[in-house]
């Protein structure tokens, strides 16, 4: 008989990440692994992507480093093709490579990101990787899930694709002004909206897309922020960087054959209020 354990056996399949060497994307080429997937972790950095693959590979697991532009149509197909010639054709697509703005203490340099003086070109550049790019690997990759008539897409959205960026937040004493800069907001909404047509699109085809929403994930950032952020959230915290593993897992896998079109936020509360 098969138990709910079995729903989330992800053994056989294989997986594509983008973005597979970022923060939250390692945690989920591993969770993939883990469950029994040959994972292709995709970046644009290959040094990167090699050591997250090694990673897991020592682990006893599968997986396989491809340097990735999201933007570049022939490297999407290339990346598509890579996961074909190691692991079968693509059963799980996570689509988590995207410009994020960051306010750790590596970060502290950046420009304020002000709206009335924001660069076109860092608008259109954005666009291009964080739609565009997303566009590109759903298409690349839902020609061989139409094939073998099975696929799952998952498309990594954020709180502020929900609702508007509290801009209080990346306030500091002392210190310029800094926000979060317009195209995020602009483009984790069009996601959402990716997300939905895909999963209407594809009725009836066996192929599910669903969209997954993380809160801030804490990496290292400094007190001031952490406590500004954690405040806003109904747990009082920002997540731990391994807390979106489960929410990635359930959908990945069978345990939400069930679900398609929809989105799961976890987010410590912070949309709640």
Known sequence: METIFDKFNLKGRSAIVTGG?????RQFCMTLAQAGAGVIVADSNQEMAEGTALSITARGMLASA???????????????????NRYGDPDILVCSAAMDPKFDEA????LSNAFETFPLEAWKQALDVNLTGMFLCAQAAAKPMLAHERGVIINICSTYGLVGPDQRIYEKPG????????YYSVTKAGVLGLTRYLATYYAGKNIRANALTPGGVFNNHDGIFTQNYSSRTVLGRMAKQDEMNGALLFLASDASSYMTGSNLVVDGGWTAW
């Open 21 to 25: 060497a970022g923060l939250l994307g």
């Open 66 to 84: 491809c340097q990735v532009n999201v933007t570049d149509p022939d490297s999407v197909s290339r990346m598509v093709a890579e996961c074909e």
């Open 107 to 110: 970060h502290h340099e950046q």
């Open 175 to 182: 210190k310029p002004a800094q926000f979060k800069p317009v």
